[in-house]
């Protein structure tokens, strides 16, 4: 797997952008679950919802931190262009870099959480972030979705990349090869759903991706995190877990079930 670590760390941080925004849920975890396959070797998903006060500070907190990130992106990837060990794959990794800072444009200058929604985003939301097998995906609320397709228009131009655009059903998605991993986007009219899918198994994926089929068992079935939240006494407002055991199972190609075939297709 090694040829695809550069790619996949950077739709990480593009994934982990859209999940951390977001802390709040207005109920419990169940209904954002159903999408999260039991056998995930990690989840992190928002519980509960902060009081009204608490949650406006932190939504201008964030949109204030998103703000800045753009210069900071420009200082890690002058640092990496000026290493020797680092320079090759910041090179292979050019166009993924183009569409961070085409995204992370489009938050400059709006410091307010009102700002944000301007963008569709909506800066304190419900979200899960999860595996399909050892790849991220994740579900976050969002403001409003023809401004969010409207940004992600403008992302695409701004960044230059090609990205093929799709539908399955009346669900329209966006897609970006990564060499042998695709980037799926999708906005619906409540959510913003993203993930890493393996070419030799996209058509079987998506639908898992995008919520249209449902996994083989649930987390919201298993009632783990429920369990999880009940076992150590946790408040409920964000939990989560990563099974290191069963993650060096999988890398060791001794995982079963979706995680093997996942890491079989990645090769």
Do not use: W
């Not at 996949?8 to 999408?35: G, K, S």
């Not at 292979?92 to 183009?98: K, L, M, R, V």
């Not at 695409?156 to 090869?177: K, T, W």
């Amino acid at each position: 797997m090694p040829r695809y670590l550069s790619q996949i760390f950077l739709a990480l941080v593009v994934l982990t952008l859209a999940a951390a925004c977001t802390r709040e849920p207005e109920h419990t975890t169940p209904d954002m679950l159903q999408h999260v396959p039991a056998d995930t070797p990690y989840v992190f998903v928002a519980g509960k919802q902060l009081p009204d006060g608490l949650r406006a500070r932190l939504a201008d907190h964030y949109a204030s931190q998103l703000a800045v990130q753009r210069a900071a992106l420009l200082k890690v990837r002058t640092q990496l262009q000026s290493s020797d060990e680092a320079a090759e794959v910041t090179r292979e990794t050019g166009d993924y870099f183009n569409v961070l800072d085409a995204l992370l444009a489009e938050f400059e200058g709006r410091e307010t959480a009102a700002a944000l929604r301007e963008l569709g985003i909506e800066p304190v939301a419900r979200s899960v972030f999860y595996g399909i097998g050892i790849l991220p995906a994740v579900r976050v609320e969002i403001a409003d979705a023809a401004r969010l397709n409207a940004m992600l228009d403008r992302v695409e131009v701004r960044s230059g990349l090609s990205v093929a655009h799709g539908q399955l059903g009346e669900q329209v998605y966006r897609r970006i090869e990564m060499g042998g991993v695709d980037l799926v986007l999708s906005v619906t009219p409540t959510h913003l759903i993203a993930g890493l899918l393996t070419d030799a198994l996209f058509d079987r994926h998506l639908p898992l991706l995008l919520g249209q089929q449902a996994p083989a068992q649930s987390l919201a079935a298993s009632g783990e995190i429920e369990a999880l939240i009940s076992r150590h006494g946790f408040t409920g407002y964000g939990e989560g877990f990563v099974k290191l055991d069963d993650l060096t199972a999988i890398l060791l190609g001794k995982g079963d079930g979706l995680n093997a075939e996942v890491m079989d297709a990645l090769g």
